[in-house]
C-alpha cells in the first residue's frame, strides 16, 4: 500500500496533515476522497453531475471540504498536495 501518493489522482501527497486513509487507499484530502466515493448515481439521474460546483484545477475533485482548499493565480486547488503537484510541473 502507497501512504505518499493519492488514491484519486495519483498526486505524491506532499502535505500528510491532509491525508485521508480509507482502508488500504490514501487520498491526498477528504475532497479527493469523497471524488472517488462519488462514482455511482444510485436512483437520483444527477448526482454525478458536477456542473457549477467549485472543483480542484488539478485533479478535478468537487471541493466539498474547503478547510484544505487552496488558490494560486485566481484556481482553486482542492489541497496543497495538487497545489504543489501543479508548481512543480514543467510549463
Known sequence: MERNVCGHCGTRISDPTTR???G?????CANG???MEQGGGGSDPHATDRSGELACDH???PIVDESTMQER????Y???S??????????
Open 73 to 76: 493565480d485566481g484556481r482553486a
Open 24 to 28: 488500504d487507499v490514501a487520498y491526498c
Open 33 to 35: 476522497a469523497a471524488a
Open 20 to 22: 485521508v486513509i480509507h
Open 82 to 91: 495538487c497545489l504543489a503537484a501543479v508548481a512543480a510541473a514543467p510549463r
Open 59 to 61: 485533479c478535478r475533485a
Open 78 to 80: 482542492c489541497c496543497a
